[in-house]
């Protein structure tokens, strides 16, 4: 009698065989299953079933990981642990990258998703970075068709390791990423979506129902929106802060020249348009009680600290001397310039005597020199408090309360922008 260890690897081997996985990679790529003790199918489903066990195998350890395994109730008659050794898993990774992930991995996803019964009506776009140890072709020049592994923006925080890209599409129900593409290391978003866009929106929206792709501010450009727009497809993004609208609606918000609409749970928003390049786009801005003192608290919190740490450069600049009057009134703007929370609400130049001995000078004595220093007296500044705190009223909200559905006659989500729940809508 022997004992095995199923673990959680019957569940997903279940699902992989369920939704068709094997079968469909093994009719994609070509291969002679006689000449093989595995296909490539089953090479896939048994790193899957290692990464997505409870303890993670090198791809070379997988023999050792399946000892344990019931590894012909997984795999079928006639496969043992050794069939999935280094050489055959290596061989089928060689296949998968010649075939090109990106088309196949779609396809994976297409049936899986038919299976299911779920049909995407949105798709969630973003990106992420892995930072990886070793030498690797940072330093040669880009082939088409490789990934470039180099430096660039970490989202690790590890900006002193070479890193490699990877941008993915999930739908909204189930989270399944139905579009996954490689990215270099050093990729842009903004460049990097508008590709995705073009190459694949339009198929997205034809064979699989994506009608509306919601991203960060990366997907919102001129390039990228023109190139929606001709595909017919629409989107939900955040507007970015550069962009001059923004400002005239936290004016038009904070002045209370708009009214607002009541949410609940302490949200309100009201609409805008504007137009991009021919394109009329809406504008949803919401306010969050929560978000606004939130947001209060935090300005609070560095209106102290920054006061206190320029007050003290201003002590510092009262005990310079200076060689002449000019030069003093000159450090005392560039002070005003550096230190906008501070007000001088009276600065002077004082004068400062320079005798020949130390002690109480005599009456007949004249000073050697003259010295000028700063005189006066600061407090913070309530026209950068005010205009600081100004901002507050309209703030991002940490939980959207509403679905995308929440609106009548409108479907979107929004993405909150800093102080600000700002989002653009293609319309309809």
Not at 186 to 212: P, Q, Y
Not at 333 to 350: A, I, K, M, P, T
Request: charged share 25%.
């Amino acid at each position: 009698m022997e004992t095995k260890i199923l673990d959680n690897s019957g569940l997903v081997a279940g699902m992989y065989d369920e939704l068709g996985v094997g079968e469909l990679i093994d009719e994609w790529i070509p291969q002679d299953l006689e000449q093989r003790n595995v296909s490539i199918g089953q090479c896939v489903k048994a790193m899957v079933l290692n990464g997505l066990g409870f303890t993670n195998e090198r791809v070379y350890l997988l023999p050792k990981f399946f000892e344990t395994k019931p590894i012909e109730r997984l795999f079928g008659d006639g496969v043992c642990a050794e069939h999935f050794n280094d050489d055959a898993l290596g061989r089928a990774l060689d296949s998968l990258y010649e075939t090109g992930l990106t088309p196949l991995f779609a396809c994976i996803s297409s049936q899986a998703m038919k299976r299911l019964e779920i049909i995407p009506s949105f798709g969630h776009l973003d990106s992420t970075t892995f930072s990886v140890f070793g030498v690797y072709n940072s330093e040669k020049e880009l082939v088409e068709g490789e990934v470039h592994i180099k430096r660039g923006y970490s989202r690790d925080h590890r900006p002193d390791l070479n890193q490699v890209g990877l941008a993915l599409i999930s739908e909204h129900q189930a989270g399944i990423p139905f579009l996954m593409k490689p990215l270099n290391g050093n990729s842009n978003d903004n460049k990097e979506f508008r590709e995705i866009i073009r190459v694949f929106a339009k198929n997205l929206r034809d064979v699989e129902g994506v009608e509306t792709f919601v991203a960060d501010s990366a997907l919102y450009s001129r390039e990228t929106v023109e190139l929606m727009h001709e595909n017919e497809v629409k989107f939900v993004s955040r507007v970015p802060a550069s962009v001059a609208r923004v400002g005239e609606l936290i004016k038009l918000g904070t002045s209370k020249e708009r009214e607002l609409a009541d949410l609940g749970d302490g949200y309100e928003y009201f609409e805008d348009k504007m137009d991009l390049g021919g394109i009329d786009l809406r504008l949803i801005v919401i306010r969050s009680e929560k978000g606004a003192t939130r947001s209060e608290s935090t300005l609070k919190k560095k209106i102290l600290r920054e006061s206190l740490s320029q007050t003290k450069s201003y002590t510092k600049l009262k005990k310079r001397e200076f060689a002449c009057e000019e030069d003093t009134q000159r450090a005392i703007e560039l002070f005003q310039s550096e230190n906008e929370w501070l007000d001088l609400n009276y600065s002077d130049v004082g004068g400062k005597a320079v005798w020949a001995k130390p002690g109480r000078p005599a009456d007949d004595d004249y000073p050697e020199d003259f010295h000028y220093m700063v005189d006066g007296v600061c407090q913070r500044s309530c026209r950068v408090f005010h205009a600081a705190f100004s901002t507050i009223n309209f703030s991002e909200p940490s939980e959207v309360g509403f679905s995308h559905t929440s609106f009548t006659g409108c479907q979107f989500l929004v993405f909150p922008l800093h102080r600000f729940g700002l989002c653009s809508l293609a319309a309809s």
